[in-house]
């Protein structure tokens, strides 16, 4: 899996304890076909998927006269793909993008080379690909590829996949991407381009999300919805679990399934935490869905207090469920400064132990001697709910409970998401009586698993014998298994377990 970059920026420093205990999200796709200026659609679709990476980006298109051009930099789309003079050099009527996740601290220095798309020449023409989401047999491909000569230029698993188009003897690029696909194992939702076709695919089990929209006589491909709408484009349907299509401004839309039918298992996370609020999954509102969470939430864990806060901003709607379904007012008894990307203060030591403070603040007018319930959509470590706690108390605070809108996250991702080793993981080592005392709460509770799937449209609750999703972060029930960790020593789950 690619390693993180240091900041872009030498007085950059995301890595406060407010991201440092998120999952992250590795990535968003875009592409589009048969539009004026690509580039400046990939740039506006990018831009709208942000949230699934802050780290980098990189935009390829083909101009009919120019051939293949593309421009891969570090940081925000905001801050690279906005200038006329770059998207100048991007010339053409199709193209696609990438954005790249984001993780506070440096594990390893990402190279420019490691930032996506990924083009490579075959011998009926070129063709650039973009992936989200993860290879769990990538070491093994790789080390094949390597043994058989492929001399590879990144870090990315997703680098195999070009390799592998390379080995494969299909007659067209769609054909090559195809035979390539079969061969990788894991979760992936890719977008690539030839000259004049836009290719769109996922993953037999739907692992990670892919929607078709349509711009005027174009055609656009993209993570979520919320990218459809930056460009008034209309969402027409999500790319169906296992599906390939191939777009042509000539000829549209050409669908086909070149995998083996199986139960999808979409990443339940999605609906908790990744997609943005104003973006539909599965036919439904995210917020919608997340309000309902809250909702549920209320329903198992209620407790008397006076009021219901949300940790901003990804715990907002959760908050407002739990609220409306229990009756105790909704506050803002946290304030999140949204400039805090930079600044012109040197990182020192004092500064960095600041820590929380840097993007949280207490309401304190409105905290004092109340009775606070918090409502966040996910402990990992748990550092970040030690420090909000410890400033609510310095607030002046009655009494402080935690309300977690998704189960306890106990298990890695292996399928595109930025997880700590499992021993990192606060839910793995201890119990919820455990956890609420080493938070030092008054009350600590966890929706449950039935009751997330009931919030998200299942009414029955999980299925234990055939999960409807991908819910591996809170089970530790894989849908395929992770081989390359395995190899590494990663232990499943025991049936004791």
């Known amino acids: 899996m690619p390693k993180p970059m240091p900041p872009a920026h030498p007085f950059d420093y995301p890595?406060?304890?407010?991201?440092?205990?998120?999952?992250?999200?590795?990535?968003?796709?875009?592409?589009?076909?048969?539009?004026?200026?690509?580039?400046?659609?990939?740039?506006?679709?990018?831009?709208?998927?942000?949230?699934?990476?802050?780290?980098?980006?990189?935009?390829?298109?083909?101009?009919?006269?120019?051939?293949?051009?593309?421009a891969r930099r570090f940081g925000l789309v905001r801050d690279n793909f906005t200038s006329?003079?770059?998207?100048?050099?991007?010339?053409?009527?199709?193209?696609?993008?990438?954005?790249?996740?984001?993780?506070?601290?440096?594990?390893?220095?990402?190279?420019?080379r490691d930032v996506q798309p990924f083009f490579g020449e075959f011998s009926m023409g070129g063709a650039a690909i973009a992936h989200?989401?993860?290879?769990?047999?990538?070491?093994?491909?790789?080390?094949?590829l390597i043994e058989r000569g492929s001399i590879f230029q990144s870090s990315s698993d997703s680098e195999c996949i070009i390799h592998l188009m390379a080995r494969s003897m299909g007659r067209t690029i769609p054909d090559r991407m195809e035979e390539a696909l079969r061969k990788?194992?894991?979760?992936?939702?890719?977008?690539?381009?030839?000259?004049?076709?836009?290719?769109?695919?996922?993953?037999?089990?739907?692992?990670?999300?892919?929607?078709?929209?349509?711009?005027?006589?174009?055609?656009?491909?993209?993570?979520?919805?919320?990218?459809?709408?930056i460009i008034n484009a209309e969402f027409i349907r999500e790319i169906e679990p296992g599906e390939m299509v191939v777009i042509s401004a000539e000829t549209g839309v050409q669908s086909h399934f070149p995998?083996?039918?199986?139960?999808?298992?979409?990443?339940?996370?999605?609906?908790?935490?990744?997609?943005?609020?104003?973006?539909?999954?599965?036919?439904?509102?995210?917020?919608?869905?997340?309000?309902a969470i809250g909702r549920e939430l209320a329903k198992e864990a209620p407790v008397d207090a006076d009021l219901v806060c949300p940790v901003p901003d990804s715990g907002t709607p959760a908050?407002?469920?739990?609220?409306?379904?229990?009756?105790?007012?909704?506050?803002?008894?946290i304030i999140r400064n949204q400039y805090m990307g930079r600044t012109f203060i040197e990182p020192t030591e004092?500064?960095?132990?600041?820590?929380?403070?840097?993007?949280?603040?207490?309401?304190?007018?409105?905290?004092?001697?109340?009775?606070?319930?918090?409502?966040?959509?996910s402990v990992v470590r748990?550092?970040?709910?030690?420090?909000?706690?410890?400033?609510?108390?310095?607030?002046?605070?009655?009494?402080?409970?935690?309300?977690?809108?998704?189960?306890?996250?106990?298990?890695?991702?292996?399928?595109?998401?930025?997880?700590?080793?499992?021993?990192?993981?606060?839910?793995?080592?201890?119990?919820?009586?455990?956890?609420?005392d080493h938070l030092g709460v008054d009350s600590l509770k966890f929706i449950s698993l039935d009751g997330l799937y009931r919030a998200v449209g299942e009414a029955g609750g999980r299925d234990p014998k055939a999960p409807q999703y991908c819910d591996a972060c809170f089970s530790g029930e894989y849908p395929v298994e992770p081989a390359d960790m395995i190899d590494q020593g990663f232990r499943m789950k025991t049936a004791a377990e």
């Open 350 to 377: 004092q500064i960095r132990n600041m820590g929380v403070r840097l993007k949280l603040n207490v309401n304190r007018a409105l905290i004092r001697g109340k009775r606070v319930i918090l409502v966040d959509d």
């Open 132 to 144: 989200n989401g993860n290879i769990t047999n990538a070491i093994t491909l790789r080390r094949e």
């Open 84 to 112: 006329e003079k770059l998207l100048n050099t991007l010339p053409g009527h199709i193209g696609i993008g990438h954005v790249r996740y984001s993780t506070a601290g440096s594990k390893g220095a990402t190279q420019i």
């Open 15 to 70: 890595g406060t304890d407010a991201d440092d205990d998120k999952l992250r999200e590795e990535c968003g796709v875009f592409g589009t076909v048969g539009v004026i200026d690509a580039a400046s659609i990939v740039a506006l679709g990018l831009h709208a998927l942000q949230h699934r990476g802050q780290e980098a980006g990189g935009i390829v298109t083909h101009d009919a006269a120019l051939g293949f051009n593309s």
């Open 382 to 436: 748990g550092t970040t709910s030690r420090k909000i706690k410890e400033m609510i108390l310095d607030a002046g605070a009655a009494e402080v409970h935690f309300r977690i809108a998704s189960p306890p996250t106990a298990w890695p991702c292996f399928y595109g998401v930025d997880t700590p080793q499992r021993e990192k993981l606060l839910a793995a080592t201890m119990s919820e009586d455990e956890m609420r």
């Open 319 to 333: 908050a407002i469920g739990f609220s409306l379904q229990s009756g105790i007012p909704y506050a803002m008894g």
């Open 259 to 291: 995998f083996r039918s199986k139960r999808s298992r979409f990443c339940i996370f999605e609906h908790v935490y990744f997609s943005r609020p104003d973006s539909i999954l599965g036919g439904r509102s995210v917020y919608e869905t997340r309000e």
């Open 184 to 229: 990788v194992e894991g979760a992936f939702s890719v977008v690539a381009m030839t000259r004049t076709k836009l290719i769109g695919c996922r993953d037999p089990l739907g692992v990670r999300p892919l929607v078709l929209g349509r711009l005027g006589e174009g055609w656009v491909l993209a993570s979520e919805t919320c990218a459809l709408d």
